[in-house]
């Protein structure tokens, strides 16, 4: 993955309102349902339909690792191939970077794969990050956008020395990235600012009824749809509700605020935390789904603070 993708996207300036990202990642359509305490039977009905979706690509997709198309003919690199086909299913992985991918979701030793996983490798000889990811869909096979040539293709582990002497790790996202079953209050905020993605509109000015909001407005909207009244005019009053919480013991729900200006106490931008390093951030482009452990979240971090007094 060429990691100049995500430097170009974060090449942003940042107002009081909204936050002009190019959007240049795919977004989620929605939040998933079930979580692993449910249903042992939704969950690999899920990895099901990853893996359909999946293979629905085959002969439809070229190679690109500089450019992303999620409409025919498509053109994936490898993590955004599998980003695509998770979002399809309602799974917010929040990036195609590997790297980033393989922060989320739980450790799976080596050999204990289970549909759905995700299982990462590291053939360059320079850096730390992984630079290929596969998902895993059973009887020792993968399925991944592999190169130019291959495209999209689906192998066996033994096949070639390369997925033994170049193996990293695997994650298993099933069912770590979904939500609850019952939903808490918190999935039911970040279900709900996700299936405004391409319905709002955010800007100036708050208009509900027109799906027109400024990004505090936007925060009010999701907030009040679950019975929570905050209300605030900016940025700033937002921050000033609730109570503090540390970067480390983020909930689903939770507000995270960022400055323009690094060092800075202002705020200029407001993320719902969405849980595994996932924000779902209102800009100027749209509600969009990222993830926390990018660069210019870290450097721009002010402080978190927690609206939900019960979970």
Same mark, same amino acid.
């Given at each position: +993955?060429?990691?100049?993708?995500?430097?170009?996207?974060?090449?942003?300036?940042? =107002?009081?309102? =909204?936050?002009?990202?190019?959007?240049?990642?795919?977004?989620?359509?929605?939040?998933?349902?079930?979580?692993?305490?449910?249903?042992?039977?939704?969950?690999?009905?899920?990895?099901?339909?990853?893996?359909?979706?999946?293979?629905?690509?085959?002969?439809?997709?070229?190679?690109?690792?500089?450019?992303?198309?999620?409409?025919?003919?498509?053109?994936?690199?490898?993590?955004?191939?599998?980003?695509?086909?998770?979002?399809?299913?309602?799974?917010?992985?929040?990036?195609?970077?590997?790297?980033?991918? +393989?922060?989320?979701? =739980?450790?799976?030793?080596? !050999?204990?794969?289970?549909?759905?996983?995700?299982?990462?490798?590291?053939?360059?000889?320079?850096?730390?990050?992984?630079?290929?990811?596969? +998902?895993?869909? !059973?009887?020792?096979?993968?399925?991944?956008?592999?190169?130019?040539?291959?495209?999209?293709?689906?192998?066996?582990?033994?096949?070639?020395?390369?997925?033994?002497?170049?193996?990293?790790?695997?994650? %298993?996202?099933?069912? #770590?990235?979904?939500?609850?079953?019952?939903?808490?209050?918190?999935?039911?905020?970040?279900?709900?600012?996700?299936?405004? %993605?391409?319905?709002?509109?955010?800007?100036?000015?708050?208009?509900?009824?027109?799906?027109?909001?400024?990004?505090?407005?936007?925060?009010?909207?999701?907030?009040?749809?679950?019975?929570?009244?905050?209300?605030?005019?900016?940025?700033?009053?937002?921050?000033?509700?609730?109570?503090?919480?540390?970067?480390?013991?983020?909930?689903?729900?939770?507000?995270?605020?960022?400055? #323009?200006?690094?060092?800075?106490?202002?705020?200029?931008?407001?993320?719902?935390?969405?849980?595994?390093? %996932?924000?779902?951030?209102?800009?100027?482009? !749209?509600?969009?789904?990222?993830?926390?452990?990018?660069?210019?979240?870290?450097?721009?971090?002010?402080?978190?603070?927690?609206?939900?007094?019960?979970?």
């Amino acid at each position: +993955m060429n990691k100049k993708i995500i430097s170009a996207a974060l090449a942003a300036t940042v =107002t009081l309102s =909204t936050l002009a990202i190019p959007a240049l990642e795919p977004q989620p359509v929605s939040a998933a349902t079930l979580t692993s305490q449910s249903n042992t039977a939704a969950v690999n009905a899920k990895a099901d339909q990853l893996i359909a979706t999946a293979k629905s690509l085959i002969g439809k997709a070229s190679y690109s690792n500089t450019q992303y198309k999620d409409t025919y003919p498509y053109k994936f690199s490898c993590a955004s191939f599998l980003m695509y086909v998770f979002e399809k299913n309602g799974v917010d992985l929040g990036t195609y970077n590997e790297d980033y991918m +393989m922060k989320q979701g =739980t450790y799976v030793a080596k !050999g204990q794969w289970k549909k759905g996983d995700l299982l990462f490798f590291k053939s360059k000889k320079t850096g730390t990050d992984p630079d290929h990811v596969v +998902m895993y869909i !059973g009887n020792n096979k993968v399925i991944q956008m592999a190169d130019p040539k291959q495209k999209i293709v689906i192998t066996d582990m033994n096949s070639k020395p390369y997925y033994k002497d170049n193996y990293v790790t695997a994650r %298993r996202v099933l069912p #770590s990235l979904m939500s609850s079953n019952p939903a808490t209050t918190g999935d039911k905020i970040v279900e709900s600012a996700y299936k405004l %993605r391409d319905k709002a509109t955010i800007g100036s000015t708050t208009n509900a009824s027109a799906m027109r909001f400024t990004s505090t407005g936007f925060i009010n909207y999701v907030y009040k749809k679950q019975n929570i009244t905050l209300p605030a005019t900016s940025i700033s009053a937002l921050m000033a509700k609730g109570t503090t919480v540390s970067r480390a013991n983020l909930q689903k729900g939770d507000l995270v605020f960022f400055n #323009s200006v690094k060092g800075s106490k202002t705020p200029s931008l407001v993320g719902i935390y969405a849980g595994d390093y %996932r924000l779902i951030i209102p800009t100027s482009s !749209g509600v969009q789904s990222r993830v926390l452990l990018v660069d210019y979240y870290n450097t721009h971090y002010i402080t978190a603070k927690r609206i939900i007094s019960k979970k």
